[in-house]
């Protein structure tokens, strides 16, 4: 059973920096596409930046020139840098990945923007 594990949330100031980390049970290169997803309080989930086992990446406008998302293949690990964060970045962050028709999902992690 795939499990997708997210660490490095909490507190970050406004223009501050934070690492998100989802460590997964198999091989990333196993999956079509890993990344991440936010949901804000009231709001519908929404793709934050994703990247295909061929390198193909896609982010949301809203985060580019901030956000940069790494994969670490030794470690099956998937990385999101956020930098020059925003309160409008404050959200729950999921670790995503899917095979085609099967999607998993980590169980989240709390990341607010705050001075």
């Known amino acids: 059973q795939v499990r997708l594990v997210e660490s490095g949330g909490g507190l970050v100031q406004p223009g501050g920096s934070l690492r998100l980390s989802c460590a997964a049970s198999?091989?990333?290169?196993?999956?079509?596409?890993v990344g991440w997803y936010r949901q804000a309080p009231g709001k519908q989930r929404q793709l934050v930046a994703i990247?295909?086992?061929?390198?193909?990446?896609n982010a949301a406008d809203s985060v580019q020139g901030r956000f940069t998302l790494s994969r670490d293949n030794a470690k099956n690990t998937v990385h999101l840098q956020m930098n020059s964060a925003k309160s409008e970045d404050t959200a729950v962050y999921y670790c995503?990945?899917?095979?085609?028709?099967?999607?998993?999902w980590g169980q989240g992690t709390q990341v607010t923007v705050s001075s």
């Open positions: 995503y990945a899917d095979r085609g028709q099967y999607v998993y």
């Open positions: 198999e091989s990333i290169y196993s999956f079509y596409r």
């Open positions: 990247i295909s086992s061929g390198g193909a990446a």
